[in-house]
């Protein structure tokens, strides 16, 4: 029994040791599309062009963490004629930080990028929405002109859980 055990384990430690090995990385992007939010909605980021490990929702906008570490975000806001676009970036009701922009000219096309980093806990969530200081806010985002994109990756990941599964080993082995 003592020998299958074992064997459980070893193998149970390898999976989760390959799992964390594996990329986490999103890019998303409003394809085709030109609409108005009201005050805290969540943008949409619908087509998805990359989703290593699939932790992006491209259904209600939202990522969620699969390890604890320090994520890094990116997303650019669009919009056209004379409109506002604010937006923020949220991980677990914490406003990360901000960007927007509002076009003065009618015609003319502007965009708004940020690039963050902050440290997110194991199944936290984060997606961008619109912030509360406008009550409309307008995207546009069609080709060939500026689209609407956000992405996502954990650019370190901790290793406290590694570590308790190797003294875990190490335990079991003595």
């Not at 990385?25 to 009201?38: D, G, P, R, V, W």
């Not at 000219?105 to 929405?129: L, P, Q, V």
Request: contains cysteine.
């Amino acid at each position: 029994m003592n020998s299958r055990l074992e064997l459980l384990e070893t193998k149970i430690s390898v999976l989760e040791n390959e799992r964390e090995k594996q990329p986490v990385l999103f890019y998303a992007i409003i394809k085709q599309s030109e609409f108005s939010l009201n005050k805290h909605s969540t943008v949409v980021f619908e087509t998805v062009i990359i989703n290593e490990g699939g932790h992006y929702n491209n259904n209600d906008g939202i990522f969620v963490a699969p390890r604890d570490g320090i994520y890094m975000f990116s997303w650019t806001v669009s919009t056209v004629n004379a409109a506002y676009i604010y937006t923020e970036l949220v991980v677990e009701e914490n406003v990360i930080s901000s960007t927007g922009d509002r076009e003065v000219d009618s015609g003319s096309y502007t965009s708004a990028s940020m690039t963050a980093f902050c440290r997110m806990n194991k199944d936290e969530h984060a997606w961008i929405r619109t912030t509360s200081w406008n009550t409309e806010n307008y995207i546009y985002s069609r080709y060939p002109f500026s689209r609407t994109a956000f992405l996502g990756l954990l650019v370190h990941q901790n290793n406290f859980k590694r570590e308790r599964i190797f003294k875990r080993e190490r335990n079991f082995k003595e």
